[in-house]
Structures are given as C-alpha cells and as structure tokens.
C-alpha cells in the first residue's frame, strides 16, 4: 500500500508541474523592439526589427505586447504587420514611430499598414509622424506645375480587414496623406486620439472610414488639412461622439456615387462635436450618376464656432478642373436628422439642401437648430433645393429661403 500512495503523490506532483509550465508559457509577454535590433539613432531603417518583433508576437500565445521606448524616436521606411496571429496582440507605443523626410517608392501607397489582424490594441501615449512635409510641397493641389504628386503619397495608418481593434491614447501627426482610415473593419473603439496637421497640408483627412462597421470614435481632437472625419461606401453603424474637429472641412459623409458607381452609407450618429474655423460642418456630398443611399443619419448636439456651410448637403459635388455634366440618376440621401445645432456660421448660406433634382432629398428633420452669422451686424440665410419631406419639429433658424419642391 505504502508504495501505491507514492506513486500516486509522484504522479499529481509530475502534473503540477505540467500545468505550472503550461500556465508560464501563456504568461504575457512583453517585447521591446531594441531587442530585435531596433535604434533610436535617427538614420537606420527599423522595418526589420519592428517586422521580427511583430512576427514573434504574432506566433505567440498569452496576448502578447510589443514596446516601443518612451523619448525615443525611430524611421522606419514602410512595414506591413500581418496577420492572423494565434492570440490577442498588442503594440504600446510610448515614443516615437516617424517617417523618413524624403519623398521615396512605396508599395501600394502604405506607410504602417495593419491587415487581417483580429484583437489588436495600439495605445501607449506616443507619436506616429508621417513627416509628410515633402509630400505635401509636391502635391498637385500646391504645385501646380508638371511634375506633382498626389496619387502615390501613402495613408499614414491603415487598419484592413481587422477585428475587435482598439486604438487609443495616440497621437497621430503630419501624415503624408490621410492619417488613419478603417477598410473591411469591425468592432473598432478609437479613442482618446490626437490627429494634426496644418492647415495647409493637402488631403490629409484625419479619420476615414469605409466598408466598415460598428465603429466608435470618441474624446478625440483633430485638426487637419481635409475633413476631420470621412465615411464613404460601406460605413455602417459609426458613432462619433465627443470630437473637437478644426482646423479641416469638417464631418464629411461622402463622396459617394462618382463615376456612376453604387454606394451606401447608414446607420451614422454625429454627436456632441465642437467645430471652429473649418471650411464645412457637417456634410453629405454626392455625385451625379451614381446610385445607391445615404440614410438614417443623425446629427445631434454640435457647437459651431466661425464654420463656413455648418450645414449643408450637396448632391452636385464636382471635385474636377471641368464642369461636371448634368446628370438624370443618384445617390438616394434619406431620413437625415440635425438637431440641437447652434453657433456661428463664416458663410451667409449657413443650411444648404443643394438636392438633386432627379432624386430629391426625402425625409430631412431639423430640430432646435440656431445659427447666426461670425461677424456681428450680418445675416445668415438657408437655401432648400428639391426636397421631399422637411419636417420642422421645432422652430430653426435660419428657414429655408426657397419654397420646397
């Protein structure tokens, strides 16, 4: 008998000691990308060791989370961190991610690109710079003489085809193009973000979206050279809550419809935004010939500080040197609330229904809107064109100039 109960002591203690190392390989692991070859010394191309630190977490288990050092700065060229990778992964950034200064050939016009990427989380309190400078002074929007440059500047930060993503506490600036833009997602949470740029600095959009849905941005401050935030084709289910947004074009929900393509936008809550000095409030702009819908979206509680179109949707929108032709189909734009909008407008135009006249506008609600003009002793005014449907739940100011059509 004696020898029996040791052998099964022997056996629960070699089990122990199993499930001990089993517990100690799913430990959370902490990787710094110094340790992959990474240097902090303003000239070395960091893609490779980024890339090995980003590969060796991706094929880790216990959620895995990559370091980049705080007051540090590292260049990296481009990089693609793909996936799927076996367990949750995250990347704190406490310093500095930048891009070298010179204008350079990059694949498929990507700077960090995260793909196919299920449970990522980006936080840490630091920097992406696109130190898109160079880019800009070659735009075609700033030179225009032959040779510019606008097709192949990249998107700062694209996140594609990625699941349960969140994204916080980061400072993205100064992007060659856009900064971020969400394709293919869904279930992303962003966050406490800073997104900049100057003023001057051609199509660089802080937050763009398309073909995606369930997205949440809030506590956010973006300043930029384009909208603050774009949705295009696919958006669905967006919230965007508490946002400053200025310098920029303001919220955009388009374009959609060019070159007589199908696109459709829904589910869209703009909510409680301050916006100062932008060149547009909030939009909804649409080519002629396209087709599709832009429908069940909500504007509510946003402060208006010196805006020019606080309001304003446009399914005339022409972004070409020529005149666009006139067109007899378009993007069907339905069931749009704004309500609780106040503050001042740049412009003497301050709402602005510019609807089509072979798809009309249907189902527009205003509710407890009030807007006057930046500059004291002037007036303000609305223009409705072709609309269907414009219930006034409560008194607006300024009312539609035009008889509805």
Same mark, same amino acid.
């Given at each position: 008998?004696?020898?029996?109960?040791?052998?099964?002591?022997?056996?629960?203690?070699?089990?122990?000691?199993?499930?001990?190392?089993?517990?100690?390989?799913?430990?959370?692991?902490?990787?710094?990308?110094?340790?992959?070859?990474?240097?902090?010394?303003?000239?070395?191309?960091?893609?490779?060791?980024?890339?090995?630190?980003?590969?060796?977490?991706?094929?880790?288990?216990?959620?895995?989370?990559?370091?980049?050092?705080?007051?540090?700065?590292?260049?990296?060229?481009?990089?693609?961190?793909?996936?799927?990778?076996?367990?949750?992964?995250?990347?704190?950034?406490?310093?500095?991610?930048?891009?070298?200064?010179?204008?350079?050939?990059?694949?498929?016009?990507?700077?960090?690109?995260?793909?196919?990427?299920?449970?990522?989380?980006?936080?840490?309190?630091?920097?992406?710079?696109?130190?898109?400078?160079?880019?800009?002074?070659?735009?075609?929007?700033?030179k225009k003489t032959k040779p510019c440059q606008s097709q192949n500047a990249?998107?700062?930060?694209?996140?594609?085809?990625?699941?349960?993503?969140?994204?916080?506490?980061?400072?993205?600036?100064?992007?060659?193009?856009?900064?971020?833009?969400?394709?293919?997602?869904?279930?992303?949470?962003?966050?406490?973000?800073?997104?900049?740029?100057?003023?001057?600095?051609?199509?660089?959009?802080?937050?763009?979206?398309?073909?995606?849905? /369930? &997205?949440?941005? +809030?506590?956010?401050?973006?300043?930029?050279?384009?909208?603050?935030? %774009?949705?295009?084709?696919?958006? *669905? @289910?967006?919230?965007?809550?508490?946002?400053?947004?200025?310098?920029?074009?303001?919220?955009?929900?388009?374009?959609?419809?060019?070159?007589?393509?199908?696109?459709?936008?829904?589910?869209?809550?703009?909510?409680?935004?301050?916006?100062?000095?932008?060149?547009?409030?909030?939009?909804?702009?649409?080519?002629?010939?396209?087709?599709?819908?832009?429908?069940?979206?909500?504007?509510?509680?946003?402060?208006?500080?010196?805006?020019?179109?606080?309001?304003?949707?446009?399914?005339?929108?022409?972004?070409?040197?020529?005149?666009?032709?006139?067109?007899?189909?378009?993007?069907?734009?339905?069931?749009?609330?704004?309500? /609780? &909008?106040?503050? +001042?407008?740049?412009?003497?135009?301050?709402?602005?229904?510019?609807? %089509?006249?072979?798809?009309?506008? *249907? @189902?527009?609600?205003?509710?407890?809107?009030?807007?006057?003009?930046?500059?004291?002793?002037?007036?303000?005014?609305?223009?409705?064109?072709?609309?269907?449907?414009?219930?006034?739940?409560?008194?607006?100011?300024?009312?539609?100039?035009?008889?509805?059509?």
């Amino acid at each position: 008998m004696p020898n029996i109960s040791l052998l099964r002591i022997s056996r629960i203690l070699r089990r122990s000691k199993s499930h001990l190392a089993s517990v100690h390989t799913y430990k959370q692991q902490f990787l710094n990308v110094e340790d992959f070859g990474a240097k902090a010394d303003g000239k070395t191309d960091n893609y490779q060791a980024f890339k090995e630190a980003w590969d060796s977490a991706c094929s880790s288990f216990g959620s895995p989370r990559i370091l980049v050092p705080k007051s540090k700065t590292y260049f990296i060229k481009h990089i693609n961190f793909t996936g799927p990778c076996r367990s949750s992964v995250s990347l704190e950034i406490r310093g500095t991610i930048k891009s070298f200064p010179q204008m350079y050939d990059l694949p498929r016009r990507l700077w960090i690109k995260f793909e196919d990427v299920e449970n990522l989380e980006i936080l840490g309190g630091g920097t992406i710079d696109g130190n898109g400078q160079e880019w800009w002074k070659h735009s075609c929007k700033i030179k225009k003489t032959k040779p510019c440059q606008s097709q192949n500047a990249p998107t700062a930060l694209i996140f594609k085809n990625c699941i349960n993503l969140k994204v916080s506490n980061v400072k993205v600036k100064n992007a060659q193009q856009m900064h971020m833009n969400f394709e293919d997602c869904s279930n992303v949470k962003a966050s406490d973000l800073s997104v900049m740029a100057p003023e001057h600095s051609p199509n660089t959009d802080g937050i763009h979206i398309t073909r995606t849905t /369930n &997205i949440y941005i +809030t506590d956010s401050v973006i300043g930029t050279g384009d909208d603050c935030i %774009s949705m295009v084709n696919g958006s *669905r @289910n967006v919230q965007v809550t508490n946002v400053a947004c200025g310098p920029g074009h303001g919220i955009s929900i388009g374009s959609l419809g060019e070159n007589g393509s199908e696109n459709s936008v829904s589910g869209i809550l703009v909510k409680g935004v301050k916006m100062t000095g932008t060149t547009n409030g909030v939009r909804i702009k649409t080519w002629q010939g396209g087709h599709g819908t832009a429908r069940n979206i909500e504007f509510d509680d946003i402060e208006m500080s010196n805006v020019s179109n606080p309001i304003i949707i446009d399914q005339y929108y022409c972004d070409k040197n020529k005149k666009c032709k006139q067109q007899k189909s378009g993007v069907q734009i339905e069931n749009i609330m704004y309500k /609780n &909008i106040r503050g +001042t407008s740049a412009s003497k135009v301050a709402i602005n229904f510019n609807c %089509s006249e072979s798809v009309p506008c *249907r @189902n527009i609600r205003l509710e407890k809107v009030d807007l006057v003009a930046h500059k004291k002793g002037r007036n303000v005014e609305a223009f409705c064109s072709q609309l269907t449907g414009l219930s006034e739940e409560q008194q607006y100011f300024p009312s539609c100039s035009k008889k509805l059509t």
